[in-house]
């Protein structure tokens, strides 16, 4: 099970880069959702986190999320994945 072998989803803490959080180009709202998904993050940077679930956490509108999420995408600090049909995406923090 993930939950056993990730001792940051165990924990419930994540690992932040400080190349994105002192970024200049990043803004303030895009370090926030960065550092919320890298506690999902697996040691290989990796998470599956639901459009939905992380704007009911962060307490924002569906909207809010995958626009930040396409403004880190295009900032290249993440990537995002397609992992079927109808499913959520594979994120993978590169910074």
């Given at each position: 099970m993930l939950f056993r072998s990730n001792q940051r989803l165990i924990k419930g803490y994540g690992l932040v880069s400080s190349t994105v959080l002192r970024d200049p180009n990043v803004s303030l709202r895009e370090k926030g959702l960065?550092?919320?998904?890298?506690?999902?993050?697996?040691?290989?940077?990796?998470?599956?986190?639901?459009?939905?679930?992380?704007?009911?956490?962060?307490?924002?509108?569906?909207?809010?999320?995958?626009?930040?999420?396409?403004?880190?995408k295009k900032s290249g600090v993440i990537i995002?994945?397609?992992?079927?049909?109808?499913?959520?995406?594979?994120?993978?923090?590169?910074?």
């Open positions: 960065y550092a919320y998904l890298s506690t999902y993050a697996d040691s290989n940077n990796t998470l599956n986190v639901s459009i939905n679930r992380a704007a009911s956490e962060c307490d924002v509108d569906t909207s809010t999320i995958r626009r930040i999420l396409d403004k880190l995002r994945e397609t992992r079927a049909a109808g499913q959520t995406h594979q994120t993978t923090l590169l910074k």
